[in-house]
């Protein structure tokens, strides 16, 4: 019977690496290399006091540091010696409770023995709150020694003038007190205390996780110092990863439960030059293999009873092979945002920081903070900053996108971060015979469609607009067309037909973000369509703007107000529509069609099947060279048969026999991740469950690994499968029909088309 109310505890180990002899002592608040005090031909005065200082008849808590890295036997001459180790510190420390009768001479290693400095124990955060006539956190964690009672813990900070904020789901040894100066200088002071850091009043009325810190062969590093490294050192270089599927839970689907964690993943790689693959088999070198399991689930470090989740920093310093690993606790019940369970990607996200070799954050904004406070959406800026510390960071801007502030006092700034774009602007407005507003933009010669989906906007005012623009120039009074969501006044359509000319609108209706947007460019002539998450295009508008044959098309954003607005755009995609082709493929029996439409695209196909050795369907398609990804929903299928398909499909080439990769659903067998992975092979398959039209597909190509998507709604996808199709350079992205019959064709309405 799985357990559900505990208090849980998220654990991170690795393998720690000791450096030279004259290492420094590494903390969050500084580090030093100490001066030898133990087994030193003669003490001089200093070191005399400092180890006459250390003699108590009561426990005491100390820090020793070896002279080369720390072992089974030294861990052992320690509690020889009437002392309890209890927290690893790099490099070559490790901190204790010693015993009245503690002699760090009885170590034969030792090189010096000292205490935590009281500035020692403050987070960056705390310290600046010290400084403050009104504290930034009210709430304020101290974590005393581990070896603390409850008890004992209570009666220390009731000493220090205060008391502890409760209940909560803490271990003994730590506590929650209000943020007050001097009770906090006093906690500092008291030798029992080892790390005080800021809380939040979610800590307050219990149900909340903690993640405890990082494990070692040496014992739990303590959270005061630093740990953390990339996979090649501390170089803010690239890197490429694999990671594999091992254990699943039985309280998920598994397509489900493997979207969360390769969510999670490749949620880091937006923020840093991080490339993912999957591997081949468990335990990898260079690998994240993911497992459920029992308390006791083999690597060596068994769950404690209030363990959520463990994970194994990078190689250097973990071993290999279980560096990077993340092992989730399958006595607990998890979930994708479901009441009364575990949210697995805000889980896995953590953990994934600490395989890219995260330390935790005392920022309790952050993805990486200690305590575990449920659903996440995304790293924050401190886990940004952090990461990006370790490993290059991604382009601000992709190459040929220029950010421009068009009129004056914009201000504001963008950033890309994988898929997704975020734009800060100041501006009067876009309007009249004149615009302040800031445009992320890059060139489009001819036609072409402009895509994107506003994600989120935090607006000042209710006349904040974000939108998808089409602009002649970066001229302020330049003509224009621009398809917008505002900030309280719904969706509109607003366009300027002539330079210097006034603006005209079109009301859009009612609707805010999340919002997907589109501009047409045929010629002169500019439709603009909006739609909501899982729904079909909606036209706004069409008027006739003449404009050059090159024009900027992106992204546009005004505050309308004296602060700033922040839009968070993604699924952005410029395609020029020339570039689509499409045939038949194989012996289909009647000839299919593909044709453009103010809904989507509709094609209609006949053959026999998309299977075995050969296929037979309609195809309409576009180059794709390299890397990249095909995104369309099938919004509709008119299907004669229950095997009738119709996806989206990489495939190399139009011979019947090609190898590629099909993210279809079906007439009435549910969705499906079919492949052909060798020329004339026979194809295999991957059920994607239950499902029919609408349905959103995705096939994500990446070297030579193709993974298949499915969605409800085009931005929360599932993971079906991944798998190795080598193919050329370039390849056909396109949307593929068959209507499992020679003699009819089945038709399906595709759009939201991207290719990317």
Not at 182 to 194: F, I, K, M, Q, S
Not at 571 to 598: E, F, K, L, R
């Amino acid at each position: 019977m799985k357990r559900r109310a505990l208090p849980l505890l998220l654990i991170f180990l690795a393998t720690v690496v000791p450096a030279s002899a004259q290492a420094p002592v590494r903390l969050k608040a500084r580090s030093f290399v100490p001066v030898a005090n133990v087994h030193v031909p003669q003490r001089t005065a200093t070191t005399a006091r400092a180890m006459a200082a250390l003699a108590s008849p009561a426990r005491r808590h100390l820090l020793v540091q070896f002279d080369r890295p720390i072992t089974a036997a030294d861990l052992a001459a320690l509690r020889a010696a009437d002392a309890q180790p209890l927290r690893y510190v790099p490099d070559n420390t490790v901190a204790i409770s010693a015993g009245p009768g503690f002699d760090a001479a009885l170590l034969p290693r030792a090189r010096w023995v000292g205490t935590l400095d009281a500035s020692d124990k403050f987070s960056a955060e705390s310290a600046a709150d010290l400084g403050r006539s009104f504290p930034t956190y009210p709430l304020t964690v101290i974590e005393f020694h581990p070896d603390l009672t409850a008890a004992v813990v209570r009666e220390r900070i009731s000493q220090a003038g205060t008391a502890a904020v409760g209940p909560t789901a803490l271990p003994g040894y730590m506590a929650v007190v209000p943020t007050d100066r001097t009770a906090l200088e006093r906690l500092a002071a008291d030798p029992d205390v080892a790390w005080i850091y800021p809380g939040t009043t979610a800590l307050v009325a219990g149900g909340t996780l903690v993640c405890e810190g990082l494990l070692s062969p040496q014992g739990l590093v303590a959270n005061y110092a630093v740990v953390g490294d990339g996979w090649d050192g501390g170089g803010a270089g690239s890197v490429s990863l694999s990671y594999f599927f091992q254990t699943p839970t039985p309280d998920m689907p598994l397509p489900l439960q493997q979207g969360e964690l390769t969510r999670a993943l490749f949620e880091w790689a937006k923020y840093i030059d991080l490339h993912w693959r999957q591997a081949a088999g468990a335990y990898e070198a260079r690998s994240v293999t993911t497992l459920w399991g029992a308390r006791d689930h083999g690597d060596g470090f068994p769950f404690a009873p209030e363990t959520l989740a463990h994970a194994f920093f990078p190689s250097p310093p973990s071993a290999e092979p279980s560096a990077g690993d993340i092992h989730f606790n399958d006595e607990y019940n998890w979930g994708a945002g479901d009441p009364g369970k575990y949210d697995l990607f805000s889980v896995a996200l953590h953990e994934a920081g600490h395989s890219l070799g995260l330390a935790h954050s005392s920022d309790p904004t952050a993805v990486m903070y200690p305590i575990y406070g449920g659903i996440v959406q995304g790293p924050a800026e401190t886990d940004i900053q952090a990461i990006q510390s370790l490993y290059a960071a991604r382009e601000t801007l992709p190459p040929g996108w220029t950010d421009r502030a068009i009129g004056a006092g914009v201000g504001g700034g963008s950033l890309a971060a994988g898929a997704d774009y975020t734009i800060t602007a100041g501006g009067r407005d876009v309007w009249g015979t004149s615009d302040e507003l800031r445009f992320v933009s890059r060139t489009l010669i001819g036609d072409g469609d402009v895509t994107a989906r506003l994600d989120s906007l935090d607006a000042p005012s209710r006349w904040t607009k974000a939108g998808v623009m089409i602009r002649d120039s970066d001229r302020a009074d330049a003509a224009h067309v621009f398809v917008l969501v505002s900030g309280g006044k719904g969706l509109a359509f607003q366009r300027r037909p002539s330079t210097g000319g006034p603006s005209v609108h079109t009301d859009g209706g009612p609707g805010t973000a999340p919002r997907w947007l589109r501009l047409s460019r045929r010629g002169d002539r500019i439709s603009a369509y909006v739609a909501a998450d899982g729904q079909p295009w909606r036209l706004v508008g069409v008027d006739t703007i003449h404009m050059g044959a090159s024009v900027l098309v992106g992204l546009a954003v005004s505050s309308h107000a004296d602060t700033a607005a922040s839009a968070v755009f993604s699924q952005m995609s410029i395609a020029p529509p020339g570039n689509w082709t499409h045939a038949d493929v194989g012996a289909v029996g009647v000839a299919g069609s593909s044709a453009s439409t103010t809904a989507g695209l509709r094609v209609a196909g006949a053959g026999a099947d998309v299977w075995g050795a050969a296929d037979a369907f309609h195809f309409s398609w576009a180059p794709l060279t390299g890397d990249g990804e095909i995104v369309a929903r099938v919004a509709s299928l008119t299907a004669v048969r229950s095997w009738s398909k119709a996806g989206v499909m990489l495939r190399e080439s139009l011979k019947p026999g090609s190898p590629h990769a099909f993210m279809l659903v079906s007439g009435g067998r549910g969705a499906a991740f079919q492949r052909r992975e060798a020329a004339d092979g026979v194809s295999d398959s991957v059920s994607a469950g239950d499902g029919k039209a609408p349905l959103w597909l995705k096939l994500q190509r990446r070297g030579q690994e193709i993974s298949a998507f499915r969605s409800d709604d085009g931005v929360q996808w599932d993971l079906i499968g991944t798998a190795t199709i080598p193919m050329g350079s370039t390849i056909l992205a396109g949307l593929a029909v068959s209507s499992h019959i020679p003699t009819a064709t089945s038709q399906a309405l595709f759009d939201h088309i991207l290719i990317r």
